[in-house]
Every structure is written in structure tokens, then in C-alpha cells.
């Protein structure tokens, strides 16, 4: 195999109502920059890192056929997951920016604090510590 083909993952792409609302969110309840916001607010970024998290419209026609009518699921097809150093303040602060509080931060039998919230677009977003590997 070609060495060359070694994938970077480049980005998570979470289909939502409004792009602009959203991404305002993530940055208010979650703590992260915008990086970009395209003036037909069809499509935005947040600085995460190494990785990009982006938006689009829920109702994406040029997606509908390859990913499915966002009306024919029952569940989000994503759960969007952040690692915090203080999961209590990280949870309490989305909270506090219009995050539905989905269950409390607790912790884990495998060591891990983790609660759960939605997002304005009802998408569950999973706030835990960081797991190291043992």
C-alpha cells in the first residue's frame, strides 16, 4: 500500500437548522472561537484543534440522497463528544448558554466523568475528562 494514503481526519460535519445560531452556540455553551462563517450561512467553523467540527443546513439538498432525510430518523446519526478538565464547569457553563440538560456529570467505572447535554438542535453532546489509556 501506498504510503501517501494515510488519511488525516479533517472534519465532523453536523447538520443543523441554522448554521449561524449553531455556531454561535458551540461558541458560547462549549467555549470554542468561530473560525469561519460563510455569508450564505450555509456553512461555518469552530476552531477545535487539530480537527474541525462544521455546520450545514439539516435540510441539505445536496446531501439528502447520500445521508438521508434528517425527517426519516428517529435518533441523531452524531453525538458529539468534548473532552473538559472540569466537566462540572464545562456542563454548568453550557447549561447556562441554552444547552438542555440531558443527565448530570458523574463518574464512570471506567474513570471517566461524563454528563450529558443537547444542543439547540436537540443533538446529544457528551461533556467528560479526558481517559488516559492504561
Known amino acids: 500500500m501506498a504510503s501517501n494514503l494515510k488519511p488525516a481526519f479533517a472534519y ?15 461558541g458560547r455553551a462549549f467555549g470554542y472561537n468561530v473560525r469561519r ?21 439539516a435540510k441539505q439538498h445536496e446531501t439528502d440522497d447520500l445521508t438521508g432525510s434528517p425527517n426519516t430518523r428517529q435518533r441523531n446519526p452524531v453525538e458529539v463528544c468534548f473532552d473538559y478538565a472540569d466537566v462540572d464547569a464545562a456542563f454548568k457553563r453550557a447549561v447556562e448558554n441554552g444547552a438542555e440538560a440531558v443527565a448530570k456529570p458523574e463518574e464512570k467505572e471506567w474513570g471517566q466523568k461524563v454528563g450529558y447535554v443537547k444542543d439547540i438542535d436537540g443533538i446529544v453532546v457528551r461533556l467528560g475528562s479526558h481517559v488516559r489509556s492504561s
Open 12 to 26: 465532523t460535519v453536523v447538520y443543523v437548522k441554522d448554521v449561524a445560531k449553531s455556531v454561535d452556540f458551540y
Open 37 to 57: 462563517l460563510d455569508a450564505s450561512h450555509r456553512w461555518g467553523e469552530l476552531e477545535t484543534g487539530t480537527t474541525t467540527i462544521a455546520f450545514t443546513p
